[in-house]
């Protein structure tokens, strides 16, 4: 006979653990009852939260994994026992007993729309349904029958899974939300943003020195702005409230208004200097619209232009301008082109104008088209919309990012100092000594030349049975410091056939039975990403391919690194991460061997030693600033929205049935944190579930739930700006598709259809759908 031991309900499953050497059962205090199921009136778990705790959604208290009344039972198992939520229970849960030879556990199966699974472990990390009898499916009183066979300890437990919401959004109505950008009252509309100091002006291509970074960028060189727009409120004025983070020269603290530019691509017709307030507040007013030589109206396009030009900072030089806005009277900042030729006449002369909606990539977000002849700057701009309590993170997480954790230099430029704060905290293993040496310019890497070393690269590894490597851990970390590195990989061939190429790896030391390359991705819209609703992601999946269309992608669920909930995967060629966050932290550890708050451990096998790892873990507000950094990061209209071919190529490529995966529209939660992010309409193309993309795509590397063909759909903004970022293209996960044909036609599983369908248009058709990409 066997005794329980304990019932200990934890994380979606009640546990129950019994000893065969004991001899006798005493179970008196928890009974099944079946009155409860039978009283029961919800039909739904949403009508049950919606009884209980006044919200359909899931949020707060009434999320599957909360416990409001303390009683050690998740909602979701109070839901799938027909218990209480809000009193603690000492009937209804499940008993477990025993016939001699197997252990039975007894349990109320109440509900037709969640999962119960009785599984068993020896260790509780390990657990499985082997030896286990579910017993009858349907609902009442069941029983599940557990051989007991020769172990000594046995744990038992209930598992309940919500297939339809097993999960737990990231943010809800019960999220602190940062300060809103955008306020409209009876007497104004206000706007909040954030500025920066640039060399020189948007349109001046021949100096290249508009998108770059300043020396000294983190310092005093950000600035909050208000805007209080009067006119569509019957009022005459828009006044400009400016904070600077250091003095600003009385004569030269400069805010231009309405473009001009008759003699130089930077003039404007109302120039003049903000009255001084004190040392860091200065304001403006505007109420004459010299463009048209009348007064201010609703719909006036009002460029504008701030100059920081400092007197005597401690560091970096003195004289700077301002990023260029274009402000729509009684609408608020929009991201802008110009029209005409400058020099001639005839023409608009570069006067701005706002890009139309359907460009807007990014939502407010979106950046304007780039006339300053960069390229290469296109991925590290802030968010058009960016708040005034932002541009200073923005800007410091933008430091972490630049900075070496070895010895803490900065890679752009020799003025700027070492960040000694962040010296030494590189791991014993690491793969590349900063973030943006594997992003650089926040662009997709390009694969190495034969035989070196992929320090661009995630090599993800494997010990045969999906379990991270006993001497490799999780990822391969080629460098090290005061130890023999883990050894590396390389592509020592391009294995070439019917005109597509695959990579050859060889390993240098180890070479692991499983494992999985992953090309550093592009960095742009993540923040966006995260802020679209879960359900929208749900409404997209259908895992079982119930229409028949031979498309079945699936929600990646994940285990949040901190509070061990289930979430939707966004992140990562897998979706193996749910927000940026984590998305961060993870590389940070595995990447740089740098620890966080998130990830406290390094990255190692299980016969590895972490003798020579330091304790230190990045501070929490230098996570939050690379965090935000990442998150607010602005994306690039569309551009050629005009073009025959981009407008045809369209057309094809939603004929093809390409947008099945790569969807072109979302609008994001009205709950994200950073109001730049909320209630926005993006253009993403993506849909960030994982489809099975065939034999041609994949790795021998599960990786969560996701099979070694499965890989998320990744986004397509800024696909049509690689070449200038990052100065060659490669595509798909390995950087194996040297253009986006290629990549196109590496398209296989549920994709073949797409891919065929591609294949069977004429050259003329396949160009405009490239170009149609280029044109995100």
Known sequence: MLRLKSIERFSGALRLAAHSALTSIAITSVTLSLNAIENDPYTDIASWRQGHFNDPNGAGQGSDRADPDRDGLLNLIEYALCTNPIIPDTEGVPILESDGDNLLLRYNRARADVNYIVETSVDLVSWTVDGVDQGNSGLGERTATISNGVTDRKVVRLRVENPNNAFVPLFTNETTLEPATTIETDTALYTYF???????????????????????????????????????????????????????????????????????????????????????????????????????????????????????????????????????????????ETRGVFGDPTTELEDSYPIPEEGWLGGLTTLPYMYSGEPDNHFMQMATNLSNINGQPFVLGRRVHHTDFGDGSHDEGTDNPDFTELSGMLGTRYINRSCVACHTKNGRALPPDLNSTLDQYVIKVGDGNDNPHPELGSVLQPRSIGEDPEGSAVIANWIEADGLRSPDYDF???????????????????????????????????????????????????????????????????????????????????????????????????????????????????????????????????????DPDVIQGRTLFHSAKCTDCHTPSFTTSAYHPHAELRNQVIHPYTNLLLHDMGPGLADNLTEGSASGSEWRTPPLWGIGLTDGVSEGEAYLHDGRARNLTEAILWHGGEAEASKQAFEAMTQEEQDSVIEFLKSL
């Open 508 to 642: 240098n030391g180890i070479e692991p039975p499983q494992f999985s390359a992953r090309i550093a991705p592009q960095l742009v819209g993540m923040g966006l990403l995260e802020a679209i609703p879960e359900s929208s992601l749900q409404a997209l999946a259908d895992p079982d391919d119930s229409n028949g269309d031979g498309i079945s992608g699936r929600l990646s669920i994940v285990t949040d690194p901190e509070t061990n909930e289930q979430r939707v995967g966004r992140f990562g060629w897998k979706a193996g991460q749910s927000s940026v966050r984590s998305q961060v932290a993870a590389a940070l550890n595995t990447d740089m061997g740098v620890m966080t708050s998130v990830f406290p451990n390094p990255d190692l096998g299980s016969v590895q030693s972490d003798a020579g790892d330091s304790d230190a873990e990045l501070s929490e507000a230098h996570l939050k600033d690379l965090t935000t950094y990442i998150s607010l990061l602005g994306v690039r209209a569309q551009r050629d929205l005009d």
């Open 194 to 336: 954030a500025d920066r100091a640039r060399d020189r002006h948007a349109r001046e291509d021949h100096f290249e020195a508009y998108d770059h970074y300043l020396s000294f960028y983190w310092e005093h060189r950000t600035a909050a702005v208000e805007i209080v727009d009067t006119v569509g409120k019957g009022g005459s004025t828009v006044t400009f409230n400016v904070e600077s983070l250091w003095k600003f020269k009385e004569d030269q603290a400069e805010l231009r208004f309405f473009y001009r530019g008759v003699n130089t691509v930077a003039e404007y017709f109302n120039n003049g200097s903000m009255d001084r307030i004190d040392d860091t507040h200065w304001i403006r007013t505007v109420t004459y619209n010299d463009k048209e030589n009348r007064p201010l109206q609703v719909g006036d396009r009002l460029e504008f232009e701030i100059s920081q030009f400092l007197d005597e900072p401690p560091n970096g030089r003195e004289n700077y301008y301002g990023t260029t806005y274009l402000y729509i009277v009684g609408q608020g900042l929009v991201p802008w």
